[in-house]
């Protein structure tokens, strides 16, 4: 996924232990953990309460129907699984305020029990299954407050004449809407039959047809085995347009022309990738254009990444995310994280990657400027993180995973694999990384399992270049180790001097030879700017380039922050408009926050905030709600 800007550090950090798979935690054991706690066991999963290692669940046939009116999934989930203990009779899985009607073991009623609700994890529904039984079929329905599933009304989507579905699955809200082992470490493959009304199109992480009938009535096959925090499923007034022989695009029709073009870029991409990575494993690569409500800037769901609309600028300079989403086709969705604690090596592997792909396709300045402002941001995350939530390989326990989404996973993992980089030299870590996506093909593994992988491979080939206790320090410990690669751009060293000309008064605004600027220097020149800029200096910015009614959601979001932090009024307008129109994540939160520093930004955050809320993801309402309550 793309990056949910800054980590919601929901849970005080003494609130330790969360439960290994099986066991339900009460309040006692909770209190008992913030004093005794234990080591953590790698690659237990603290964030399910499934049972893989007894009885391990291998295939999904999900059968649902989406009413619109009730905003519920309502259908069954046959379950296939293996017994790993022979001795084992329950089967574990989560799940998150579903109703369970029945369950059935072979066709026979059997024995379920739901657990007590955990506010992070949800509830393990535990089935007795007879000794030589190999499936179980719920029937359940989800909730219309689902934390994966957002219904929007037709006003929210582009088109504003049908209602759109949209399910997000990642970190652990798969269980919000289908009973399963919500473990990136049980893989399954899954067949599913989705019914919804008969104007819309189903799609899902899975083999689409785009040419199939529009009749309510759509099947699809996953044929390789996905972790579940990829299973998804959107429902739309939806069109599709080819970009190349494996690339496509499905969006509303209002906007696939525009995507279309944005993005037709997309087949060279995934040629390029092939090239430096090894072969693409999911035969098709098509996006998913969602309404502007979506929390995130992307969702690498398999074969169908999940995109905003709010990187459509009309010059591709946003596309990186593109690039992101399917890196993710290698580092993500064939190699996956084991645990939430290994999340660096999805998001870390995976921004690596896409810095690569982006200079591969647009050239070394572009990789520049992309790496400084990914440095940029990594160091404006450290300055706010506690140090535990520095470390790679984070410790989680007792927490929401979605606390993990910082740089730190992200960029700070890119950087450690930089650094790997320049000393072995890129050829060679080319070839190493091309060996690793290939030796834990469609396996989930864990840090400790890439580490002792690094050990028998580079270290051992590089012994003069790599030492042990550097990569331990990355990984283990808080912080940018001393003497880490740190990216540089000449057009970047460009824009500080022009930026302190301005500054200094040697130059007016409108001076500036700004007509090749890409939007990467533009989001450097802004997000450079100091504090304490006058009204007149504002203003000189904004008449000189429109900078308040810039159409570049990524400028107009730095610009907006600026205008925040100096109240400068003429933008607040604007700003309204973008805080309700828009529910992308790292694009609102960062303006909230800013906002709600002072009094009147707070109470102008409250008004956009109720409106904007219809239409914000769960997500986005639950990492921004704290910036408009009163009272913190
Ligand atoms: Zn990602």
New binding site residues.
């Given amino acids: 996924?793309?990056?949910l800007s800054l980590v919601l550090v929901s849970a005080p950090l003494l609130f330790a232990c969360s439960q290994p798979a099986q066991q339900n935690v009460s309040t006692e054991t909770k209190q008992e953990a913030e004093f005794t706690q234990p080591a953590i066991i790698a690659g237990t999963d603290y964030h399910s309460f499934s049972n893989p290692s007894e009885i391990q669940v291998t295939h999904l046939d999900l059968d649902l129907t989406a009413d619109f009116e009730k905003k519920q999934l309502i259908g069954s989930v046959k379950l296939e699984f293996e017994r790993k203990d022979p001795k084992a009779d329950t089967l574990i899985v989560d799940t998150r305020a579903l109703t369970i009607h029945s369950v059935t073991a072979e066709g026979k009623p059997a024995t379920f029990e739901l657990g007590p609700e955990d506010v992070n994890l949800g509830s393990a529904l535990s089935i007795t299954v007879p000794p030589d039984n190999t499936h179980v079929t719920i029937n359940y329905s989800t909730s219309p407050y689902a934390s994966g599933v957002q219904w929007l009304t037709p006003a929210q989507t582009q088109g504003k004449e049908h209602p759109f579905l949209f399910t997000q699955a990642q970190a652990v809200h798969a269980r919000s809407f289908i009973p399963l082992q919500d473990s990136p470490q049980v893989r399954v493959t899954y067949n599913a039959r989705i019914r919804t009304p008969k104007e819309l199109l189903a799609v899902m992480s899975a083999a689409n047809d785009p040419n199939t009938p529009r009749d309510g009535d759509y099947q699809f096959t996953m044929p390789q085995p996905i972790p579940s925090y990829l299973i998804a499923l959107a429902i739309g007034h939806l069109d599709f347009k080819p970009m190349g022989q494996r690339t496509g695009v499905y969006a509303e029709p209002e906007i696939l022309s525009a995507a279309a073009a944005e993005f037709e870029d997309t087949e060279s991409m995934l040629e390029l990738t092939e090239r430096t990575y090894g072969p693409y494993s999911w035969d098709r690569y098509d996006l998913l254009i969602l309404p502007p409500s979506f929390p995130f800037g992307?969702?690498?769901n398999p074969r169908l990444s999940f995109i905003t609309p709010t990187v459509i600028a009309g010059d591709k300079s946003l596309v990186s995310l593109i690039a992101?989403?399917l890196?993710?086709s290698w580092s993500?969705n064939t190699v996956t994280n084991a645990t939430w604690r290994d999340l660096w090596l999805?998001?870390g592997f995976?921004?690596y990657l896409t810095y690569r792909i982006m200079e591969m396709l647009y050239g070394n300045d572009r990789y520049n400027m992309e790496a400084v402002l990914g440095y940029q941001s990594l160091e404006h995350d450290l300055a706010a993180l506690p140090d535990n939530d520095e470390i790679l390989a984070i410790d989680l326990r007792g927490r929401n995973p979605d606390d993990v989404f910082s740089d730190v996973a992200?960029e700070k993992g890119a950087l450690f694999l930089r650094e790997l980089e320049q000393r072995v030299g890129r050829k060679n870590f080319d070839a190493f990384l091309m060996q690793y996506f290939n030796h834990f093909a469609f396996q989930s593994i864990t840090t400790d399992t890439f580490l002792t992988y690094l050990d028998n491979t580079l270290l051992k080939d590089y012994p003069e270049k790599l030492d042990k206790a550097r990569i331990h320090q990355w990984v283990f410990e808080p912080g940018i180790p001393d003497g880490a690669p740190v990216p540089q751009s000449d057009a970047f060293t460009k824009i500080d001097n022009v930026r302190s000309a301005w500054l200094n008064g040697d130059i007016a605004a409108k001076a500036i030879n700004t007509e090749n600027w890409t939007t990467h220097e533009w989001l450097y020149f802004l997000n450079n700017m100091p504090d304490g800029l006058s009204e007149a200096q504002l203003a000189n910015l904004d008449s000189a380039f429109s900078l308040t009614q810039s159409q570049n959601n990524e400028i107009a979001h730095s610009w907006l922050l600026i205008a925040v932090n100096h109240q400068y009024k003429p933008a607040y307008e604007r700003l309204y408009d973008y805080l309700v129109h828009i529910g992308r994540n790292k694009l609102v939160k960062p303006l909230y926050r800013a906002l709600s520093q002072t009094p009147e930004g707070k109470a102008f955050a409250q008004k956009a905030f109720e409106e904007a809320k219809p239409g914000y993801h769960p997500l986005t309402i639950h990492a921004n709600e704290g910036f408009v309550t009163d009272g913190d």
């Fill in positions: 996924m793309n990056k992307g969702m690498e992101h989403e890196a993710h993500g999805n998001e995976t921004t992200y």
